[in-house]
C-alpha cells in the first residue's frame, strides 16, 4: 500500500463529464489498497473569467479581495469531485485551504507556501477516506484567503504531497508524460520514462508548459517522487502503477532506473521572449548596473544578456531579453532612465524564440555547443544571443525559424523515435 497524491488540472476538470472520469480514476486508485488525496484545478477558463470580474469591479483592486474572487474556482471544483465519488461509493470529503489550513506568507496573488498542518489530513487518509484538497489556495498570517500565482495548484500538490510523506505525487494533465520536445512540432518526439529534478527544472524554465516551475522546485528540495501522466485514458485502462507516464526523480534514484541516461533530454521552445538593444552605451564601471538596476527594482526578469567589445570611443552595444509581458514596461522605464545610462538607441524586437538544449549528461560530455551551433549554421539560422548552465545551452532565433531549428536538432542530438511515422 502507498500513500499518493492526485493532481487534476483545469482541462481534467473541465465540465461534471470529465470530473465523473477523475472519480473514477480517483476510485480505482483507492481501490486498489493506496491511501489517497486528490488536489483538484478550477475548471479551465475559469481562472480567467473570475479575475475578469476583478478587473470590471475595480481596475486597481485589492489583491486580498482579488484572492477570495480566484480561490473560489477551486473550491467548487473540489466540492463537485467530493461528491461525485460520493456518488460511487466512496467516502470522501472536502478539505479548503484555511481548514487543513496550508499556511503561506501574505504575498495575495502570489503567496509562497511556509507550512502545512497535515496531521487531521493523515487521520482521514488512514481512515480510508479520500480527501479532495482545491490547488492554487492558502492563508495567510492574518487569516485571509491567499492564492499563489498562477499555475500554483501544482505547487499545491507537491506541497501537500510533502506534508504527508506521500509515496508519490501524480500529475495528471492534458498530455501523457514529458517528452524531448513537443509533439506537435516533431511527430517523432519520444515520451521520457524518468528525469532529474534539475532537467524539468530547466525543462520549465525555458517553455515546457507541463509543469510549473516552482512545483519542480519545491519537489527538489522537499525530495517529492513526481509522476506526469494523462487524465484522458478510458475508463479500463492500466492504474498509475502500471502504466507510468513520466518520473521525475534525484539523480541518485535515476540512476537506479535507468542503466545509462541519455546524453540530451529534450529540446525546449519558448516563444514567449522579447529582445532589447541598447546602443553606445559608455564603457565604464557601473554602466550596466544603471541598467538593470532600475528592471530589477520593477520585478523585471532578465534572461540573456550580451555586452559587445567596446568599440573606439569608448562604447559598446548591450543586448538582453526579457518576457513579451514585461517588454512595454522594459522600454518605458529605461526610456525614463535615458540621461542616467547614457544610451543613443533603443532596439526591440519580440518576433524572436528562445531555442535550449536540456540534458544532465552535459555535465560530462564535451561538444554539446557545437553541436547546437553547426545545425543551426548548416541550416542558415543565425544565432542572436547565447547564454549557458551546467546543464542547459540557449539560444535566441528568429521565431519563423522555430519549428525548423526544433525539428533539426531534435534530430541531431538522436532524439527521434525510430518506430514514429
Same mark, same amino acid.
Given at each position: 500500500m502507498a500513500r499518493i497524491v492526485m493532481k487534476f488540472g483545469g482541462t481534467s476538470m473541465a465540465g461534471t463529464e470529465r470530473i465523473r472520469r477523475v472519480a473514477n480514476i480517483v476510485r480505482r486508485q483507492q481501490a486498489a489498497g493506496h491511501e489517497v488525496a486528490v488536489v483538484v484545478s478550477a475548471m479551465a477558463g475559469e481562472t480567467d473569467r473570475l479575475v475578469g470580474f476583478c478587473r470590471e469591479a475595480n481596475a486597481l483592486y485589492d489583491p486580498a479581495e482579488y484572492d477570495v474572487v480566484v480561490a473560489a474556482g477551486e473550491q467548487v471544483t473540489s466540492g463537485l469531485l467530493a461528491l461525485t465519488l460520493q456518488a460511487m461509493g466512496c467516502k470522501a470529503r472536502s478539505w479548503l485551504g484555511w481548514q487543513l489550513p496550508i499556511k503561506t506568507d501574505d504575498a495575495h496573488a502570489k503567496a509562497r507556501i511556509e507550512d502545512i498542518d497535515s496531521d487531521a489530513l493523515v487521520a482521514s487518509m488512514q481512515a480510508g477516506e479520500i480527501a479532495v484538497i482545491p490547488g492554487f489556495q492558502g492563508l495567510d498570517p492574518a487569516g485571509r484567503v491567499t492564492t499563489l500565482g498562477r499555475g500554483g495548484s501544482d505547487t499545491s500538490a507537491v506541497a501537500v504531497a510533502a506534508a504527508v510523506k506521500a509515496d508519490r505525487c501524480d500529475i495528471y494533465t492534458d498530455v501523457d508524460g514529458v517528452y524531448t520536445t513537443d509533439p506537435r512540432i516533431v511527430a517523432k518526439a519520444r515520451k521520457l520514462p524518468s528525469v532529474t529534478y534539475e532537467e524539468m527544472l530547466e525543462l520549465a524554465s525555458v517553455g515546457s508548459k507541463v509543469l510549473q516551475t516552482r512545483s519542480v522546485s519545491l519537489a527538489m528540495k522537499e525530495g517529492v517522487r513526481v509522476q506526469v501522466l494523462s487524465s484522458f485514458v478510458d475508463d479500463d485502462a492500466p492504474l498509475a502503477?502500471? *502504466?507510468? @507516464? #513520466?518520473? $521525475?526523480?534525484?539523480?541518485?534514484? /535515476?540512476?537506479? /532506473?535507468?542503466?545509462?541516461? %541519455?546524453?540530451? #533530454? @529534450? $529540446?525546449?521552445?519558448? +516563444?514567449?521572449?522579447?529582445?532589447? #538593444? *541598447?546602443?553606445?552605451?559608455?564603457?565604464?564601471? @557601473?554602466?550596466?548596473?544603471? $541598467?538593470? @538596476?532600475?528592471?530589477?527594482?520593477?520585478?523585471?526578469?532578465?534572461?540573456? $544578456?550580451? %555586452?559587445?567589445?567596446? +568599440?573606439?570611443?569608448?562604447?559598446?552595444?548591450?543586448?538582453f531579453t526579457v518576457t513579451q509581458a514585461d517588454l512595454d514596461r522594459t522600454q518605458a522605464l529605461l526610456e525614463e532612465q535615458k540621461e542616467t545610462i547614457g544610451f543613443y538607441r533603443m532596439i526591440t524586437d519580440s518576433k524572436v524564440t528562445k531555442i535550449s538544449v536540456v540534458g544532465v549528461g552535459m555535465r560530462s560530455h564535451a561538444g554539446i555547443a557545437a553541436t547546437m551551433f553547426k545545425t543551426l549554421a548548416d541550416r542558415r539560422i543565425n544565432i542572436q544571443a547565447i547564454s549557458t548552465s551546467e546543464i542547459k545551452v540557449s539560444v535566441l532565433i528568429d521565431a519563423d525559424e522555430t519549428e525548423l531549428a526544433v525539428r533539426v536538432l531534435h534530430t541531431a542530438y538522436g532524439l527521434d523515435a525510430t518506430d514514429a511515422g
Amino acid at each position: 500500500m502507498a500513500r499518493i497524491v492526485m493532481k487534476f488540472g483545469g482541462t481534467s476538470m473541465a465540465g461534471t463529464e470529465r470530473i465523473r472520469r477523475v472519480a473514477n480514476i480517483v476510485r480505482r486508485q483507492q481501490a486498489a489498497g493506496h491511501e489517497v488525496a486528490v488536489v483538484v484545478s478550477a475548471m479551465a477558463g475559469e481562472t480567467d473569467r473570475l479575475v475578469g470580474f476583478c478587473r470590471e469591479a475595480n481596475a486597481l483592486y485589492d489583491p486580498a479581495e482579488y484572492d477570495v474572487v480566484v480561490a473560489a474556482g477551486e473550491q467548487v471544483t473540489s466540492g463537485l469531485l467530493a461528491l461525485t465519488l460520493q456518488a460511487m461509493g466512496c467516502k470522501a470529503r472536502s478539505w479548503l485551504g484555511w481548514q487543513l489550513p496550508i499556511k503561506t506568507d501574505d504575498a495575495h496573488a502570489k503567496a509562497r507556501i511556509e507550512d502545512i498542518d497535515s496531521d487531521a489530513l493523515v487521520a482521514s487518509m488512514q481512515a480510508g477516506e479520500i480527501a479532495v484538497i482545491p490547488g492554487f489556495q492558502g492563508l495567510d498570517p492574518a487569516g485571509r484567503v491567499t492564492t499563489l500565482g498562477r499555475g500554483g495548484s501544482d505547487t499545491s500538490a507537491v506541497a501537500v504531497a510533502a506534508a504527508v510523506k506521500a509515496d508519490r505525487c501524480d500529475i495528471y494533465t492534458d498530455v501523457d508524460g514529458v517528452y524531448t520536445t513537443d509533439p506537435r512540432i516533431v511527430a517523432k518526439a519520444r515520451k521520457l520514462p524518468s528525469v532529474t529534478y534539475e532537467e524539468m527544472l530547466e525543462l520549465a524554465s525555458v517553455g515546457s508548459k507541463v509543469l510549473q516551475t516552482r512545483s519542480v522546485s519545491l519537489a527538489m528540495k522537499e525530495g517529492v517522487r513526481v509522476q506526469v501522466l494523462s487524465s484522458f485514458v478510458d475508463d479500463d485502462a492500466p492504474l498509475a502503477d502500471d *502504466l507510468p @507516464g #513520466t518520473m $521525475i526523480v534525484s539523480d541518485e534514484e /535515476l540512476e537506479g /532506473l535507468e542503466m545509462e541516461h %541519455q546524453l540530451i #533530454t @529534450g $529540446i525546449a521552445a519558448d +516563444k514567449n521572449e522579447a529582445k532589447v #538593444t *541598447l546602443t553606445r552605451v559608455a564603457d565604464r564601471p @557601473g554602466a550596466v548596473a544603471s $541598467i538593470f @538596476g532600475p528592471l530589477a527594482a520593477a520585478n523585471i526578469n532578465v534572461d540573456m $544578456i550580451i %555586452q559587445n567589445v567596446a +568599440k573606439d570611443k569608448g562604447e559598446t552595444d548591450v543586448t538582453f531579453t526579457v518576457t513579451q509581458a514585461d517588454l512595454d514596461r522594459t522600454q518605458a522605464l529605461l526610456e525614463e532612465q535615458k540621461e542616467t545610462i547614457g544610451f543613443y538607441r533603443m532596439i526591440t524586437d519580440s518576433k524572436v524564440t528562445k531555442i535550449s538544449v536540456v540534458g544532465v549528461g552535459m555535465r560530462s560530455h564535451a561538444g554539446i555547443a557545437a553541436t547546437m551551433f553547426k545545425t543551426l549554421a548548416d541550416r542558415r539560422i543565425n544565432i542572436q544571443a547565447i547564454s549557458t548552465s551546467e546543464i542547459k545551452v540557449s539560444v535566441l532565433i528568429d521565431a519563423d525559424e522555430t519549428e525548423l531549428a526544433v525539428r533539426v536538432l531534435h534530430t541531431a542530438y538522436g532524439l527521434d523515435a525510430t518506430d514514429a511515422g
